[in-house]
């Protein structure tokens, strides 16, 4: 067996491990993910650990600058392949540059099991928030669509038949609602991630006088996860927000099939820009969406990260076992499908052209029977039943003869009247339907949330004002995450200088 010579510190009861093992149990490439929240929280961890006398100032100092220079490092330069986790590198590092006098402080009233969950925790938080942003502007596309499509009037489908027509705005609108329920799911389980795990240790905390209400306030975090026990064991945040991100991807999954099908040549409701669509290598005449095929596609990888996940922790003894370390890859996969997925329909959204042209020449006549129903039950008082029978013995005369519904004669009407009816209110059905033009009828949805024109006009201001709420609400929670930073960074500046500004520049 090959032994590996470079990780290795936690090993004092053990011998050298082969680096076949190290290999195996690794989660170093997923933890590059977290690699710089990890470093953030053992600023914030050792900074506390000064403040309760456990550090001097200036062995914080060297501790600091070893981190900083870790930070700045080029990590493919480093042989990442003999650590166990991201958590041994970074000890190892520290260890490495300040030696062990010092380096060996790091991880005082610490745990890799307390550690791991809080820069998960702190890095989910900030993908939440990330996430929540591309929302908003799908959110804020969703509405641009919807007042630019108020005068469309658009063939709604139950069944994939055609059931009635109402502005298009209205789908647009719906699908707005959809996503807000979304944001606000992502919104609602924010605030159980934003719990701080550390000092819980191992499992059951320290005899060390640890703070962890500074790491907290120092991280950002909105509370304490108490209970020591509770706090390694538990990753139901991770599944929340994995869950949320499921729904929010069938959500896109919907509309993406929507439109897949009102973009073939049968249907031709809408047109996708070149730039967004791709060819066959063998036919010409192609153009594909494949941007939306395959987000109805990924839809499945989240579902799955959720399914791997909820595998995970299905059965695990309480407290921290290995297997937890297997969370990290799904949550990472449904975080980063889900938002490119959001962002992508964001574009598409904003670049799909309506075909008005086709759109009313495919909208069927009959498409108008319900609100024809309604108006025998607004302007005779007939029961809905009975409406319902003579639209449809008019909608069958009409299909038969293939004449419009609103073509057919007095006589015609007077027949179906006195069979359905037993009396004759020809004349009546004969006004009803000489004013039967679908947008007046659309026009006449007076129920709230309807689709008319007015209900849409409606709903379309009051979701302008929400989404301004969204972003507001947003901006705050955002803005915290940046002030911690700048919290933990002034913290430590009378002892290394600008701390996260040069990682900044890197983009981490
Ligand atoms: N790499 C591990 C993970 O991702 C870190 C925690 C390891 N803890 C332990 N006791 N082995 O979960």
């Known amino acids: 067996m090959e032994h590996d010579v470079g990780g290795g510190i936690y090993r004092s009861r053990l011998g050298p491990v082969s680096s076949e093992a190290t290999r195996y149990v690794s989660s170093i490439r997923e933890d590059l993910w977290i690699f710089s929240e990890d470093i953030e929280c053992t600023v914030a961890h050792d900074f506390m650990l000064m403040e309760q006398g456990y550090i001097t100032e200036e062995q914080l100092k060297r501790i600091l600058e070893a981190l900083k220079r ?69 959110e804020e596309t969703l509405l641009k669509k919807a007042r630019e499509t108020v005068d469309i009037v658009f063939p709604f489908y139950t069944h994939l038949q055609q059931a009635q027509a109402a502005p298009l705005s209205h789908y647009f609108l719906g699908y707005f609602d959809m ?11 924010f605030k159980r991630v934003n719990q701080n795990p550390l000092g ?29 026990f509770d706090a390694v064991s538990s990753r139901d945040f991770a599944l929340e927000v994995v869950s949320n991100l499921n729904i929010l991807m069938l959500n896109l999954s919907r509309i993406m099939e929507d439109l897949i099908i009102w973009l073939t040549s049968e249907y031709g409701f809408f047109t996708l820009p070149d730039e967004l669509a791709f060819p066959s290598s063998a036919m010409p005449n192609k153009k594909n969406p494949c941007i939306l095929e395959l987000t109805r596609a990924r839809t499945g990888r989240v579902f799955s990260s959720l399914a791997q996940l909820s595998m995970v922790c299905k059965a695990v003894p309480s407290g921290y076992v290995r297997d937890l370390q297997e969370t990290k890859p799904p949550l990472i996969e449904a975080i980063e499908t889900t938002r490119e997925a ?80 037993g009396r004759d209110i020809s004349s009546l059905l004969a006004s009803i339907l000489r004013e039967a033009d679908t947008s007046v009828l659309v026009s006449k949805r007076v129920s709230l949330g309807a689709g008319s024109p007015e209900a849409d006009a409606k709903m379309l201001a009051a979701r302008e004002k929400t989404l301004q709420e969204c972003y507001s609400m947003l901006g705050l929670m955002a803005q915290k995450d940046r002030e911690a930073r700048m919290l933990l960074e002034y913290s430590v500046s009378r002892l290394v200088k600008g701390f996260f500004s040069s990682a900044a520049e890197k983009g981490l």
Do not use: C
Request: proline residues 1%; charged residues 30%.
């Open 70 to 138: 870790l930070r700045d490092e080029d990590l493919s330069q480093l042989d990442l392949e003999k650590y166990e986790d991201v958590h041994e590198l970074i000890e190892s590092y520290v260890v490495k540059q300040a030696g062990l006098e010092v380096g060996g402080l790091v991880h005082t009233a610490r745990s890799r099991n307390d550690q791991v969950v809080t820069a998960v925790r702190l890095k989910t938080r900030r993908e939440v928030l990330s996430i929540m942003g591309e929302l908003l502007k799908l």
């Open 179 to 189: 996503f807000l329920r979304d944001f606000n799911r992502l919104s609602e389980s």
């Open 200 to 228: 819980s240790v191992a499992i059951v905390g320290s005899s060390l006088k640890i703070d962890r209400s500074l790491t907290t306030r120092l991280l950002g975090f909105d509370g304490i996860v108490e209970n020591s």
């Open 342 to 421: 959001v962002r992508i329909v964001r574009i598409v959204l904003e670049n799909l052209e309506e075909n008005r042209e086709r759109i009313r020449s495919l909208t069927e006549p009959s498409i108008i029977a319900l609100d024809i129903a309604e108006r025998i039950v607004e302007e005779a008082r007939v029961p809905f039943r009975l409406a319902h029978r003579l639209v449809g013995e008019i909608v069958k005369l009409s299909v038969k003869t293939g004449r419009r519904m609103t073509g057919l004669t007095e006589d015609d009407l007077k027949e179906i009247s006195l069979h359905v009816l």
